[in-house]
C-alpha cells in the first residue's frame, strides 16, 4: 500500500471509530433520537468518495450489529437495523466529486447544495432502512400493535428531522 491509501485507510477506520464513539451518546432525556453516528460517516463519504464511503459506513454497520444488538432472535431485524441502514449512508459519496471539485474556487453555493443533498438523501435512506427493520421486528399486525408501529414512525419522522437539521448544521458550517 502506498502512503495515500494508508491515509485514506486511517481516515475511515477514525470515522468508523468516532461512529462508534457516539453510537453510545445517551439520549433517554430527549423525545426524539439523535443518530449522531451518521456525521463521520457521511462526512468521509463527501471527502473520499462512494468506495471509501461504503467501506466505512458498511464496517461501522457490522460493529454497531454486535454493539447494540436489536430484535430478539431475528436476523434481519439487526441487518436492517444496523447494516443495511449504515450501510446505505455511503450513497453521499456519489456528491464528493463535484463538493471536493467546487469547495476550492469560491463556488460556496454548489458546495453547500451537494452537502446538503448528499445529508438529505444518507439520513432519509438510513432511517428508511431503520423503519423497515422496526416494522420487521413487529411480533404480528394486531390493531394495538398497529398503533405502535404508526408511532414508532411519527417517532422516526421527527428523529430523521432533527437528525437531518444536527447534521447540516455541523456539515454545512
Excluded at 427493520?133 to 422516526?156: E, H, R, W, Y
Amino acid at each position: 500500500m502506498n502512503s495515500k491509501a494508508v491515509k485514506i485507510l486511517l481516515e475511515v477506520l477514525g470515522a468508523v471509530v468516532v461512529s462508534a464513539v457516539l453510537s453510545y451518546v445517551p439520549q433517554e432525556a430527549l423525545p426524539f433520537v439523535v443518530d449522531l453516528a451518521i456525521i463521520p460517516l457521511i462526512f468521509v463519504a463527501l471527502r473520499r468518495g462512494l468506495v471509501w464511503g461504503c467501506i466505512a459506513s458498511v464496517l461501522f454497520g457490522v460493529i454497531h450489529m454486535f454493539l447494540h444488538p436489536s430484535g430478539a432472535g431475528y436476523f434481519m431485524v439487526p441487518f436492517h437495523d444496523s447494516v443495511m441502514a449504515y450501510g446505505f449512508v455511503g450513497v453521499a459519496g456519489f456528491f464528493a466529486r463535484n463538493t471536493v471539485r467546487t469547495a476550492f474556487n469560491a463556488r460556496t453555493s454548489s458546495t453547500t447544495l451537494n452537502v446538503v443533498t448528499a445529508s438529505i438523501i444518507a439520513t432519509f435512506v438510513s432511517y428508511g432502512f431503520h423503519a423497515i427493520g422496526t416494522a420487521i421486528g413487529a411480533p404480528s399486525l394486531f390493531s394495538a400493535d398497529k398503533v405502535a408501529l404508526a408511532q414508532g414512525f411519527f417517532g422516526f419522522g421527527m428523529s430523521f428531522v432533527v437528525t437531518l437539521v444536527v447534521t447540516l448544521v455541523l456539515l454545512v458550517t
